[in-house]
Every structure is written in C-alpha cells, then in structure tokens.
C-alpha cells in the first residue's frame, strides 16, 4: 500500500518554529519530487514548495519565502517543512505530495499523484 504520512503538525506560538515531515511506506521518494501544500478553512490548497529529486527547491507561495524551507533525507525516505517565524495566516492543513516526475512543475494539485492526510498548524497565540 502506498501511503504518505505527515507528522509534526501542532500549536505554536506567532514567531515560533515547527518541521513538518512526510514519510512515505511503500515506495521511494529519493527519484520523486515533493511539494508540501496547505489549506486554511474556507480556502483553496495551495502549493508552498517543492523539492526535487536532486534537491532543488521551488517556492510556491511568496508569502512564506525566507521563513520556510524545505530539505529531503532519502536514507530515510522523508522529507521535511522547516517553518520559522509563523504567523496567524500560515494557520493550515499541510499536505505533502509525491509526483511521479523527478522534476518540479507548476503548484497545480493534478500534477501530483499521491497525497498524505495532511497535519494541522496552527499559530495562536
């Protein structure tokens, strides 16, 4: 079975800092690219970056450019969403995603293929 799982999802503080990971079972990420998304109720997903297969990374969102990165470890077939400096408005469902390509593409949702359940941020104080 096929399955990507997020974690470390939870409350924090604005100007706090959470990572976010996204293991995959029953496949390989290392020759996938990976885009972490979110969606804040009421809201469309959006894409926020995406790493590639080599590393590369592509910034969906400006809004979080400069305070988010994202980084993979393929040895254990996860990627992770370093998130500094949170604020109200990153208050989200995060999800991540796997492409078949190795290459990042544009953030639209049919361009990946499978998708984790997502975990909730939240920045409150």
């Known amino acids: 079975q096929l399955q990507l799982v997020e974690s470390g999802g939870g409350l924090v503080q604005p100007g706090g800092s959470l990572r976010l990971s996204c293991a995959a079972s029953?496949?390989?990420?290392?020759?996938?690219?990976i885009g972490w998304f979110r969606q804040a109720p009421g809201k469309e997903r959006e894409g926020v970056l995406c790493?590639?297969?080599?590393?590369?990374?592509?910034n969906y969102a400006a809004s979080v450019k400069g305070r988010f990165t994202i980084s993979r470890d393929n040895a254990k077939n996860t990627v992770y969403l370093q998130m500094n400096s949170l604020k109200p408005e990153d208050t989200a469902v995060y999800y991540c995603?796997?492409?078949?390509?190795?290459?990042?593409?544009?953030?639209?949702?049919?361009?990946?293929?499978?998708w984790g359940q997502g975990t909730q941020v939240t920045v409150s104080s």
């Open positions: 995603a796997a492409r078949s390509s190795s290459y990042c593409s544009g953030p639209a949702l049919q361009f990946y293929d499978y």
């Open positions: 790493i590639s297969r080599s590393g590369g990374s592509q």
């Open positions: 029953g496949f390989s990420l290392d020759s996938r690219a």
